[in-house]
């Protein structure tokens, strides 16, 4: 059933309140976790079309009543935004779809992005009671956040938070992806003056240029970013701030203060043999300019080779992101190659689970020596060096470790590495009184997300050095709350 179908169903129908209202929670736990309805693996693989379809109504309805009303909803805790979630999901269960929807934007204001990117199997739902007390599947709390907001979106009547009076105070944000639009939302519904700055002509940050819209479509991102224009949060395109803005002007122009979520664009490399062959590229490059600057169009000004036998190097959902990309792009063979085994992938278990039924060839336990090319400087194979699992290390996973005499060769025609990223170093390098790491990470406050400079806050992957977007959000929400509190003292 599409979105729009489920919107004609009936809100009232007596039979829904009187299932609520006699339902026990011994009823409850007889329930099944609802499934998400998915596009067929051999048909999906070949276009951009999102792969999960959502939960039709009468799903919503009946997963909504697995909830156990529990006295202490410990969801909650594993929440960085802080969702109320049991009230958003007993609005539902009450077929007052448009009120959960609003309980969601009380505290995230990307709850259609959430719905879709967000970990919830290691954040809220890990904490929920089926998961904790009766080791069973949680209640499916990503798939409720996504059909809310959904339905509001498909419904016309989307609401937006309340907004306070100006203060006539001005604060800037640098980076438009999630952990600036969470500042950004916050700090306008505090009655501040707020424009975010865009380093690249489209908004979104990682939002669009990182995760493909067989993920996350493109028009649910502008939605999002839609309500917190409407909420009066100002949107200044293709304007690097160190570079197009410095540090001076922003003080000239009445900016008292300034949140960096600029992200963590710098791609990492392995730096072996043969990583500067045509057709090795970072996973950032790749995704940035398929998903942004269409280079699957071949008239495109930045086209991307097409390759038929390509090897992701890496086991995070940015790879997952990337190898699925390439299956869509006509490649016969694309595999995963990780070093460690598939029981240590940090990559969401859907992603993995999709990858595989479209046909992605998992290489786990082999890490890349070098590349070797053509006589036209094309990579053209690579050398895997088998690993086995040694002690764990200081993450805590199992280190991988060489098996002596072990290698492989393997044909390849393109490259993507995907082993991590770190902040653009503009900055920290122009910006005065910020202390960054070996990393270079922002140095803040953990409990304020404030800088060494007093009046900059900085939150997300130029903090965290790579992270997911919630916890991006929770930043910019921390950074917004103790901004205020500061802003009011100074003033």
Not at 8 to 31: A, D, H
Not at 146 to 173: C, H, I, M, T, W
Not at 275 to 298: F, H, K
Request: charged content about 25%; glycine content about 10%; hydrophobic content about 35%.
């Amino acid at each position: 059933m599409k979105e729009m179908e489920y919107l004609q169903i009936g809100r009232n129908q007596p039979w829904r309140e009187s299932l609520r209202k006699n339902m026990k929670n011994k009823e409850r736990l007889q329930l099944a976790r609802t499934k998400m309805p998915e596009r067929d693996p051999d048909v999906r693989s070949r276009n951009y079309q999102e792969v999960n379809l959502g939960l039709t109504y009468e799903q919503a309805l009946a997963e909504s009543h697995r909830c156990l009303d529990c006295v202490n909803p410990t969801c909650i805790s594993g929440c960085p935004v802080g969702i109320n979630i049991p009230k958003f999901i007993k609005n539902i269960e009450r077929g007052e779809i448009l009120e959960a929807a609003k309980t969601l934007k009380e505290t995230s204001v990307l709850p259609a992005v959430c719905g879709r990117v967000c970990p919830q199997e290691r954040q809220c739902e890990s904490q929920c009671f089926y998961t904790q007390k009766l080791k069973k599947e949680p209640l499916a709390i990503g798939y409720l956040e996504r059909f809310a907001a959904d339905y509001e979106r498909e419904s016309g009547e989307v609401s937006l938070p309340e907004v306070a009076p100006s203060n006539g105070l001005k604060v800037a944000v640098v980076g438009s992806g999630p952990a600036g639009l969470a500042f950004a939302a916050d700090m306008v519904k505090a009655g501040y003056r707020v424009t975010v700055f865009e380093a690249l002509h489209e908004l979104g940050g990682v939002l669009r240029y990182g995760i493909p819209e067989f993920r996350l479509p493109n028009d649910i991102v502008e939605v999002e970013i839609e309500s917190l224009r409407k909420m009066g949060v100002e949107f200044v395109t293709n304007c690097i701030v160190g570079k197009t803005i410095s540090q001076e002007d922003l003080r000239e122009e009445k900016f008292k203060g300034l949140f960096i979520g600029s992200g963590a664009g710098l791609p990492n490399f392995m730096n072996i043999p043969g990583e500067n062959l045509i057709g090795v590229m970072s996973c950032n490059e790749y995704l940035t300019r398929v998903n942004l600057m269409q280079a699957i169009d071949p008239e495109s000004d930045t086209p991307v080779y097409k390759g038929k036998k390509v090897a992701v190097i890496g086991g995070g959902n940015t790879a997952m992101d990337a190898v699925r990309t390439a299956r869509r792009l006509g490649a016969e063979t694309a595999m995963i190659v990780y070093r460690r085994s598939e029981q240590e992938m940090p990559a969401r278990l859907e992603e993995i689970k999709h990858a595989k039924e479209e046909g992605v060839v998992f290489l786990t336990l082999h890490n890349p020596l070098r590349y070797e090319g053509d006589e036209r400087g094309r990579v053209q194979r690579m050398l895997l060096q088998r690993m086995e699992l040694g002690q764990p290390d200081g993450s805590g996973r199992c280190r991988p470790v060489p098996v002596e005499g072990d290698t492989a060769w393997i044909e390849v025609d393109e490259v993507i590495v995907s082993v991590g990223v770190s902040p653009n170093p503009l900055i920290p390098q122009s910006f005065s009184g910020l202390e960054v790491t070996p990393r270079g990470t922002v140095v803040v406050n953990a409990e304020t997300m404030q800088t060494g400079e007093e009046s900059i806050f900085a939150g997300g992957d130029i903090v965290r050095g790579g992270a997911t977007v919630i916890l991006a959000m929770g930043d910019g929400r921390k950074a917004a709350k103790t901004m205020d509190d500061f802003l009011k003292i100074k003033a």
